[in-house]
């Protein structure tokens, strides 16, 4: 293409041209602007290291007109790519360009798959992708509880639940590596990761709620306060998520997963949260059944597109 453009890592210097292109996107009215894994929210917050490694602008006369990042996953295998190019620069080829550099430097990470996840109604990431070779793997359903509709029961609990303790996070570590070993997608977590989350404002250890039997933890619900008040508006009240939600395996089929779910939901009701969000698989039939048992409903879904690295 005769387009002028150039391909570079980013730098924080670029934070507010990058956030610029976010909200221009938005702007332009474009919906589903980008893929639900955006990097921009956690740009500023995580280590700086990656971004600038990981992180791949588009540039034509200093003004930054795309990206695409690289989430490095590589304990499974795979990195998982997001990628934005601003409205009035599409169909010119960028984003052909832009995965093309991001594919690249997995291959020399060591990636043996990309992943990447878009919305159900996104029709143009879908003819993107499959035009790049990338085929649909798997559902995920997006689900949402608004407490005005549902009566929550209380929790009497066998097991002691309680609030995270900051210095416990190897044992949340541990407790969420176990829970998730066998989940698609999953990346066991080092505690530098989760200890890094957990002192993030939104993701605080107030707002993990561990159950406990006798000394072990066995389950938690770690909950999540959205502070994006715009977003708020949109969904008709404070919102909240359940982050993550696990049961050591030993310990599933005795309710402890029910109990700490409404043990979150109670905490999050009471900080004064009206909605709450929660990400599920569609292939985990448990899951499933428990969030909808308590009176979530799907509002969309996503798609995760898949190809293999060679
Ligand atoms: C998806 C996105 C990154 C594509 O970037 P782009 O630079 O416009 O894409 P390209 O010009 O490289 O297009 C490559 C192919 O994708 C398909 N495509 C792109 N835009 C399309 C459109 N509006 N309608 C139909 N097909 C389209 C075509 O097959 C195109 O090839 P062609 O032009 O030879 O027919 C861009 O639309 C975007 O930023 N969307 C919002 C963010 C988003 O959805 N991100 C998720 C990406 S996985």
């Not at 295998?77 to 009035?88: A, E, I, K």
């Not at 009497?156 to 541990?174: A, M, N, S, V, Y």
């Not at 969904?235 to 049961?247: I, W």
Request: aromatic share 10%.
């Amino acid at each position: 293409m005769s387009y002028p453009y150039v391909i570079r890592n980013y730098c924080p210097k670029d934070l507010d041209d990058l956030v610029n292109l976010v909200n221009e996107a938005k702007r332009l009215k474009d919906e589903h602007y980008i893929s639900p894994q955006t990097p921009i929210e956690s740009l500023g917050r995580l280590q700086d290291y990656y971004f600038e490694k990981d992180l791949f602008l588009a540039e034509i006369a200093s003004n930054i007109i795309g990206y695409v990042n690289v989430t490095r996953e590589l304990n499974i295998g795979r990195v998982v790519l997001s990628c934005l190019v601003h409205p009035r620069n599409r169909r010119k080829g960028l984003g052909t360009k832009l995965f093309g550099h991001a594919m690249h430097h997995a291959k020399q990470l060591g990636a043996k798959v990309a992943h990447t996840n878009i919305y159900q109604d996104n029709v143009v990431a879908k003819r993107f992708l499959s035009k790049l070779g990338f085929k649909f793997v798997r559902l995920y359903l997006e689900l949402r509880l608004n407490f005005a509709n549902v009566h929550l029961p209380d929790t009497d609990q066998p097991f002691l639940c309680r609030h995270l303790k900051p210095g416990e996070e190897d044992r949340l570590t541990k407790l969420q590596n176990r829970s998730f070993a066998d989940t698609w997608g999953y990346n066991p977590n080092t505690v530098e990761e989760i200890s890094y989350r957990t002192s993030l404002p939104d993701y605080s250890p107030r707002n993990i709620i561990l159950a406990y039997e006798g000394d072990r933890p066995v389950g938690y619900c770690w909950t999540q306060a959205d502070l994006d008040e715009k977003q708020a508006n949109a969904v008709g009240g404070k919102k909240g998520r359940v982050y993550m939600l696990g049961v050591d395996p030993d310990c599933r089929g005795r309710g402890m997963g029910k109990m700490v779910l409404l043990a979150g939901l109670h905490h999050l009701k009471s900080k004064g949260f009206q909605i709450v969000e929660a990400t599920v698989d569609s292939e985990n039939k448990t899951a499933n059944s428990l969030y909808r048992s308590i009176g979530f409903k799907e509002w969309t879904t996503s798609l995760w597109y898949e190809k293999t690295i060679d």
